[in-house]
């Protein structure tokens, strides 16, 4: 059974037709990539999937069922903006992240930091970051405890050349884990790996 099933969605903004019919399953323990460039749909598309935002037609399934919250909690995301709380330090951030997803212990907030490179400034707010380190930080939610269910929007978004190996590192331990992985991007070096 795929661990997400994508049936016939089609989504519009006003006059602008974002998907249109589309269908497509994820299967178990894949790193499927969406690719596609700017405006094609992607994060519309992923939105849709994670409950943000409502297709005009069309259903989804996560294994196999109607989609409901417990079904939500079992997977690690990131949206194209991480909306993480401003005013509260990285590791306050995941203690969040902790408390909602049922997922790790404080020990896993400082690994998935050093994974990510972000833990010497653990300690300092969400707003004073750059925006490779927001984007960091999101990466580390949407990773956190290790969620056998992952879906990340364009993650290489201003990352550096180092955070970008640092994320197929990353990806390649999910899948490594047995996780389901997916990914959007408009570059092919994520995907695949
Ligand atoms: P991608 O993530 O692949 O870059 P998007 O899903 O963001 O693509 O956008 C798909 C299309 O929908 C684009 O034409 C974009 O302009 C349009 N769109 C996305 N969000 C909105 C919005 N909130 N209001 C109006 N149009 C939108
Ligand atoms: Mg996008």
């Not at 409901?68 to 509260?88: A, D, F, Q, V, W």
């Not at 997916?182 to 570059?187: A, D, E, L, N, P």
């Amino acid at each position: 059974m795929p661990v997400l099933e994508i049936n016939a969605i089609s989504k519009s903004y006003g006059k602008i037709r974002a998907l249109e019919n589309v269908s497509f399953n994820i299967p178990k323990g894949s790193v499927f990539g969406l690719l596609g460039p700017n405006g094609s749909g992607k994060t519309t598309l992923l939105s849709i999937v994670l409950d943000v935002l409502q297709a005009n037609s069309g259903v989804y399934k996560w294994f196999g069922e109607s989609p409901t919250y417990l079904h939500r909690k079992k997977i690690g995301s990131l949206l194209e903006t991480p909306n993480l709380y401003h005013y509260l330090t990285a590791v306050q951030n995941l203690r969040i992240t902790q408390t909602i997803s049922g997922r790790g212990n404080e020990g896993d907030i400082h690994a998935v930091l050093e994974k990510v490179n972000l833990h010497e400034r653990k300690n300092s707010r969400f707003s004073t970051y750059s925006l490779g380190m927001k984007q960091r930080l999101a990466i580390a939610r949407a990773i956190y405890g290790l969620p056998k269910y992952v879906v990340m929007d364009e993650p290489n978004s201003n990352l550096d050349e180092l955070g970008e190996n640092a994320l197929v590192k990353t990806v390649q331990a999910l899948k490594a884990n047995g996780s389901t992985v997916v990914i959007t991007t408009h570059r092919p070096r994520l995907v695949g790996v």
